[in-house]
């Protein structure tokens, strides 16, 4: 493919604003800020759905392909993994050869796995086509940043970046309702099928609208062992939270791999100090605004994914819901976030991120505190309460803090920044997700056997304990076939309370995390390199 090419005039990277690109779009709709975020938007909509529509086709998945639970877990640890390991990578990869190149191989090779994985006739094939989705996933997502940085002058980035948030959020938020409709009308076939054809849409307006921009100092040769020692750094830290809850948080083998990504990270950071051209210059984090919106999205997404991930099985195991009424349930949160984030952006323009993510996380800190006071028997109206302020707070976070990072990096480093973006929310996300269900599994195990006791039901051996720990950690009742149905109901009472005490505890653990992140928020400030995308294109 072709490609139209502005040089982006940015300073030597010592923190002072370039001047605006003096490059011009092509003729027609090429290099159009507003049609260029239609483009971004609709690639990236296929990798954030795909992070959650999946699990509600895993059921399907192992009856046909006759695959095990771990199996089944393995579909979404290898598309995550895959994804964190490469992001800050991929977006380098965007800094040096452009990221309208990089966005369009990402989607074609995003859009290609899915279809890939639909024709998959083991579980061992949708798993390696899991890892493909991953890494186009990451070479998409630091690139649609990238453009939009260097597409949209400042004062029209804020609301750009709140479409594409609501663009993440509406999807993410989504994938459980598409995902059981295709899977309960079509087959679990077309919950990948579907990528398809948004990959070509995606493909031709991305060939015919983007306008690749590239810094007139965009890095010219890769720091490979620099790659390596992230790469390792962050797997480790990955496999490491993705396995803890079966190892447990006390395990050798759990500590081994923590450790491990701490001496990668340490040898990385070193090395960065010496190679010429380094994957991350280290420099780069003496912006106290950017550290901070890094540590902000880490904390986000640690209270945001960590609580939710509860969410899912309250409503459908304790409300007996199915996977679309849970979905359906979740609409509020989902709603809110559409709205909310084009109007964070306009707001974060006016008066700047610092009070908008301060605000928007200490929705968040009260909105996992009213979680914590969901019971058994909550009415639709309380849940959908909690679940708006939840979206309202989450979405100036999304928008500032991406705003923050993206906004404070050198143009030349966008894509990089793009890449820190990505790679805080998925290990925030995966760390929520691993601390909150320790928190989770201790609350069950120190509750669950004088729950039981107190209901009258009778002992249970070690082996059955440990057995209907599990069960109700996810809010499963571990009532065995032919169980008389008055013991039937006692049991069912007991794991549901059990449950309920073990999401309230998680949540306000997610509350302190989110009552912290509004403390982090006010060392945010808008983006001092902002201006280097400004005046490319027409508005």
């Not at 890449?419 to 989770?440: H, K, P, W, Y």
Request: glycine content about 14%; some cysteine.
């Amino acid at each position: 493919m072709t490609s139209q090419t502005t040089i982006d005039k940015t300073g030597p990277g010592d923190g002072t604003p370039a001047a605006p690109s003096d490059g011009t779009p092509g003729k027609g709709l090429r290099g159009h800020p507003w049609y260029t975020l239609i483009t971004v938007a609709v690639g990236v909509m296929m990798v954030a759905l795909d992070g959650t529509i999946v699990a509600i086709a895993n059921p399907a998945i192992g009856d046909d392909l006759g695959a095990s639970l771990s199996e089944l877990q393995w579909i979404t640890n290898a598309y995550f993994l895959a994804l964190a390991v490469c992001l800050i990578t991929a977006g380098k990869l965007g800094d040096r050869f452009g990221h309208r190149q990089t966005f369009l191989i990402g989607v074609v090779g995003f859009a290609a796995a899915s279809g890939a994985i639909g024709l998959s006739d083991s579980i061992a094939l949708v798993i390696i086509f899991r890892v493909f989705q991953g890494l186009f996933g990451a070479l998409l997502m630091p690139a649609a940043l990238g453009l939009l940085r260097a597409t949209f002058p400042a004062e029209k980035l804020n609301m750009a970046i709140g479409i594409w948030g609501m663009v993440i959020g509406a999807s993410t938020a989504g994938g459980p309702i598409l995902g059981g409709v295709l899977v309960e009308h079509v087959n679990w076939q077309s919950v990948f099928f579907i990528n398809v054809p948004v990959g070509v849409l995606a493909v031709v307006l991305g060939a015919w609208i983007l306008l690749d921009h590239r810094a007139e100092n965009a890095p010219r040769s890769f720091d490979l062992l620099g790659i390596a020692l992230l790469s390792a750094a962050m797997f480790c830290l990955v496999w490491a939270l993705i396995k803890a809850p079966e190892w447990g948080w006390g395990d050798v083998q759990t500590w081994s791999f923590i450790i491990g990504s701490f001496a990668g990270f340490g040898a990385f950071a070193f090395w960065e100090t010496k190679v010429r051209e380094p994957l991350i210059p280290l420099a780069l984090f003496r912006s106290v605004p950017l550290s901070a919106g890094v540590v902000l999205m880490v904390l986000m997404a640690i209270a945001f994914m960590g609580g939710l991930f509860f969410v899912t099985f309250y409503l459908q195991n304790v409300h007996g819901m199915s996977p679309i009424d849970a979905g359906l349930h979740l609409l509020p949160l989902t709603g809110m976030m559409i709205v909310g984030s084009p109007l964070a952006g306009v707001m974060i323009t006016k008066v700047g991120p610092r009070i908008p993510l301060a605000g928007g996380m200490a929705f968040t800190a009260l909105a996992m505190y009213g979680m914590s006071t969901l019971e058994t028997d909550t009415g639709s109206a309380v849940m959908s309460l909690w679940f708006a302020l939840l979206g309202l707070g989450l979405a100036p976070v999304m928008v500032g803090a991406t705003e923050v990072i993206v906004g404070n990096a050198p143009l030349e480093l966008s894509g990089v920044a793009g890449g820190l973006q990505q790679a805080a929310m998925q290990i925030g996300g995966s760390l929520g997700t691993a601390v909150l269900g320790a928190v989770m599994a201790s609350k069950v195990d120190s509750d669950l056997e004088g729950n039981w006791a107190k209901a009258g039901l009778p002992p249970l051996t070690p082996e059955q304990a440990g057995q209907a720990s599990e069960a109700v950690q996810v809010g499963v009742a571990p009532v065995a076939e032919g169980t008389p149905p008055e013991i039937a109901t006692k049991i069912t009472d007991v794991a549901h309370d059990t449950f309920i005490s073990g999401m309230s505890m998680a949540s306000l653990v997610a509350a302190g995390v989110a009552a912290v992140a509004v403390l982090v928020a006010f060392l945010t400030k808008r983006g001092e390199n902002a201006e280097a995308g400004a005046g490319v294109g027409h508005i």
